[in-house]
């Protein structure tokens, strides 16, 4: 169990989080919402431990009960937080293969295992065998650099998912793949899984069983799968 309290952050005096209150729990799908700029991605930042934004000292944010707030991302990230960002950086130089090998040294994997698990897994994102050998992100169009960031998720095997925008410039086979590569990726564990979306057609895969809406920085409603939809057909401004 993920859980934020009262989570309120600044940038250069600005509130750009206001008081977040809220559990995210094992085996449940939430989805986020929310116009532009409203602090979708602020949020998944945070919980991740980007440095940029500073939290006021009564913001709480527990995993299992116990304070991350002091930990970085790296230790978040051992401790099974993921966070694919809304535009994932391109690394020259470095190939997915190398980042995940570096990310994965410390569990015992051989380079082997992870080849062939990173390979079944991009066979399975329907991820070009050309792609694993260039540089991560390197001139790869939105849809390639999204499956790549699920491709990251899948070796790593995170406990808390969170995808921001993963369906964005992703044309509609890609994010069918996308989202059946999840669902059969979550089928029969009690992982998490928060997708910062702006439409409904993700969401028809996997389905939310909470829907948060965030403006100006704090969550203004909540519901469940129906209010994804409602939002999709009737814009922000109806609540
Ligand atoms: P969303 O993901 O909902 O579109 P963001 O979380 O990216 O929104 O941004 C929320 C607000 O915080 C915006 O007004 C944005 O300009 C501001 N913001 C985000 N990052 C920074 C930053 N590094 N410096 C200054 N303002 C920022
Ligand atoms: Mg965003």
């Known amino acids: 169990m993920l859980t934020l309290r009262n989570l309120t952050a600044k940038i250069d005096r600005k509130i750009i989080l206001d008081g977040v209150t809220q559990t995210f729990r094992k085996k449940k799908i939430y989805a986020i919402m929310g116009p532009n700029g409203s602090g979708k991605s602020t949020l998944a930042r945070i919980v991740m431990g980007d440095p940029t934004f500073s939290l006021t000292r009564t913001s709480e944010l527990k995993l299992s009960g116990k304070s991350i707030k002091n930990k970085d991302a790296d230790e978040r ?81 995170p406990q808390y998912i969170f995808l921001d925008e993963i369906d964005t410039g992703v044309d509609v086979d890609a994010l069918k793949t996308i989202a059946q590569f999840l669902k059969k990726h979550l089928k029969e564990t009690d992982k998490t899984l928060v997708m910062i979306t702006h439409y409904n057609r993700i969401l028809k895969y996997l389905t939310p069983d909470v829907t948060l809406i965030i403006k100006d920085g704090a969550i203004v409603k909540r519901g469940d799968a129906e209010l994804a939809k409602m939002i999709e057909k009737k814009g922000f401004d109806s609540i």
Do not use: C
Not at 86 to 97: D, M, N
Not at 116 to 145: C, H, V, W
């Open 77 to 157: 990230a051992h401790l099974g937080i993921f966070l694919s960002m809304q535009s994932p950086l391109a690394i020259p130089g470095v190939t997915v293969f190398s980042l995940l090998r570096a990310a994965t040294q410390e569990t015992g994997i051989t380079a082997k295992e992870l080849k062939t698990k990173m390979d079944q897994y991009a066979s399975d994102l329907k991820i070009p065998a050309e792609l694993l050998t260039r540089s991560l992100n390197d001139g790869f169009s939105g849809g390639e650099r999204k499956k790549m960031e699920v491709l990251q998720m899948a070796v790593l095997n």
